[in-house]
Antibody, heavy 125, light 107 residues
Framework: EAQMVDSGGGLVQPGGSLRLSCAAS????????LHWVRQGPGKGLEWVAG????????GYADSVRGRFTISRDNAKNSLSLQMNSLRTEDTALYYC??????????????????WGQGTLVTVSS | EVVMTQSPATLSLSPGERATLSCRAS??????LAWYQQKPGQAPKLLIY???TRATGIPARFSGSGSGTEFTLTISSLQSEDFAVYYC?????????FGGGTKVEIK
């Protein structure tokens, strides 16, 4: 069964950095675009960033552009999110997710069929 | 940015009743619209993509319709496990955007 497992969350001070990771298994990793989605405490879902199948294209929400960097390592079946200059408003549960359709049938934009369990990032002094 | 607006914010219904959830886009997103279900403490679960295609393993009581700017998720007969929060998402334009959610609660 296809699975994604997020990790790397924690408590960080405003202005600090954190790197999230997502390990994938049981699907052909480099066939799919991947994304990060976050959910603030008691709030709805917010798309954060996405990367195409080979890492050549990356998209970001305006709220994180210039501070966050999404990357992938297809040899290791892993996805990362480097988060710098963190703000209190970045506090959220962060999920990794994969496109439902392969790169042969879809671009980077798609619905997400497999999600990680989420990793909590708390930005506070 | 395409703004997704869901209504109502809360829907109070009894098991066995029909649920109709709405999602409106601020501009056309053609049929690139997905619906997710989220229960407390769990990751979102994909129900519908392409506005009307059920994801693998999703029961037939869930159906999606619409195109352009107006979309509907219908649950034909609510089961106990269907009480949850539902989100729509457009994937036609960057940035990808979600609606604010509709909570379906037991009346």
């Amino acid at each position: 069964e296809a699975q994604m497992v997020d990790s790397g969350g924690g408590l960080v001070q405003p202005g600090g950095s954190l790197r999230l990771s997502c390990a994938a298994s049981e699907f052909t990793f480099d066939d799919y675009a991947l994304h990060w989605v976050r959910q603030g405490p008691g709030k709805g879902l917010e798309w954060v960033a996405g990367v195409n199948w080979n890492g050549d294209f990356k998209g970001y929400a305006d709220s994180v552009r210039g501070r966050f960097t999404i990357s992938r390592d297809n040899a290791k079946n892993s996805l990362s999110l480097q988060m710098n200059s963190l703000r209190t408003e970045d506090t959220a549960l962060y999920y990794c997710a994969k496109n439902i359709l392969t790169r042969h049938a879809s671009g980077t934009k798609d619905a997400f069929d497999i999600w990680g369990q989420g990793t909590l990032v708390t930005v506070s002094s | 940015e395409v703004v997704m607006t869901q209504s109502p914010a809360t829907l109070s219904l009894s098991p066995g009743e029909r649920a109709t959830l709405s999602c409106r886009a601020s501009q056309s997103v053609t049929s690139t619209l997905a619906w997710y279900q989220q229960k407390p403490g769990q990751a979102p679960k994909l129900l519908i993509y392409g506005a009307s295609t059920r994801a693998t393993g999703i029961p037939a009581r869930f159906s999606g319709s619409g195109s352009g700017t107006e979309f509907t998720l219908t649950i034909s007969s609510l089961q106990s496990e269907d009480f949850a929060v539902y989100y729509c998402q457009q994937y036609n334009n960057w940035p990808l955007t979600f609606g604010g959610g509709t909570k379906v609660e037991i009346k």
